[in-house]
């Protein structure tokens, strides 16, 4: 379970592009983590990301509170703020979209 209660909202206050599709987030608590996406960018809505200059035209939205892309996709902020509590059931999710694109 997450470590967040429902009630809670924690935003990105700013985010930096590392190497290949990773990301360092701030949150509005302080709470920093670092996530590669790239086991995730699977389906119709996340597979054009993989285009490296397409996925660095990610744009932090204030009015959401998360990161952006051009595409119109997005990740709840929620999700990325307590990323260890969900990282294993999002990259699961992945798979079941294109089971061959990850190693298990």
Do not use: C
């Not at 470590?3 to 701030?26: C, E, K, M, Q």
């Not at 744009?59 to 709840?76: C, H, R, S, V």
């Amino acid at each position: 379970m997450p470590n967040t209660p429902l009630d809670t909202y924690h935003y990105i206050t700013s985010f930096v592009f590392l190497d290949g599709y990773t990301i360092r987030f701030i949150f509005s608590d302080g709470t920093v983590q670092i996530i590669d996406f790239e086991a995730l960018l699977h389906g119709p809505v996340f597979r054009p990301l993989r285009n490296a200059a397409l996925f660095r035209q990610a744009w932090l939205n204030a009015e959401t509170g998360t990161i952006e892309w051009p595409t119109g996709a997005d990740f709840n902020p929620v999700v990325l703020h307590d990323w260890p509590e969900y990282q294993k059931s999002m990259e699961q999710a992945a798979r079941r979209i294109m089971p061959e694109a990850i190693p298990v």
